[in-house]
């Protein structure tokens, strides 16, 4: 049972347009949101994340908005580099848990 | 500080074989992780440790053992290998005692069994 979902494999955009990456969740005792960033052959790195207790968390080009009541989180990044094409996962935790769930992520790939 | 490393970071085992993949941490962190990433598929996690001495088993801990002697390693071991356990394994360490919920992560292993 995946409780983490991202339904969007895939995801292209221009150079310095914006991108939304989408996540949607069912537990509704997830309380800490995380967006990991991961190129080919390398571990998925830390980007940004966010706590139950905010809706929006901006970091640089990157901003995270939760929307509790409709379980759904994005991934906003402005303006869109090259650099940014790489495969992007959601993941979400509770309190006392001892791990995170993670979706199956989305491929962005941002066209020079 | 070079954070979490893995070792080898590619190998090719027959089926039936064994090995153990190496996962070490220099950040002091208390709970480590092991995960496997499918081809499409999101990470799923196979075991994971809160401190020295202490295991758990995640959602797919099938075909495999671990232990945790020192703070800082967390090796996997994979007895007899099988065609399913083809993935790419991460390692990963967190501060979560603290409060800290992300996860620091390893470049990964990468396993083929024919």
């Known amino acids: 049972d995946q409780q983490v979902k991202q339904n969007s494999p895939s995801l292209s955009v221009q150079e310095g347009r914006i991108s939304i990456l989408n996540c949607d969740y069912t537990?509704?005792?997830?309380?800490?949101f995380l967006w990991y960033k991961k190129y080919p052959a390398e571990g998925p790195t830390f980007l940004i994340s966010i706590s139950s207790i905010k809706d929006k968390n901006e970091d640089g080009r990157f901003t995270v908005f939760l929307n509790k009541s409709a379980k759904h989180l994005s991934l906003h990044i402005v303006p869109s580099q090259p650099g940014d094409s790489a495969v992007y996962f959601c993941a979400a935790s509770s309190a006392g848990a001892n791990n995170l769930f993670f979706g199956t992520g989305t491929r962005l790939t941002v066209i020079p | 500080n070079a954070g979490v490393t893995q070792t080898p970071k590619f190998r090719i085992l027959k089926i039936g074989q064994s090995m153990t993949l190496q996962c070490t941490q220099d950040m002091n962190h208390n709970y480590m992780y092991w995960y496997r990433q499918d081809p499409g598929m999101g990470l799923k996690l196979i075991y994971y440790s809160v401190g020295a001495g202490i295991t758990d088993k995640g959602e797919v801990p099938n075909g495999y053992n671990v232990s945790r002697s020192t703070t800082e390693d967390f090796p996997l071991r994979l007895e007899l290998a099988a065609p399913s356990q083809t993935s790419v394994y991460f390692c990963?360490?967190?501060?979560?005692?603290?409060?800290?919920?992300?996860?620091?992560f390893g470049p990964g292993t990468r396993l083929t069994v024919l």
């Open positions: 537990n509704s005792m997830f309380d800490y």
């Open positions: 990963a360490s967190s501060d979560l005692l603290a409060g800290g919920y992300t996860q620091y």
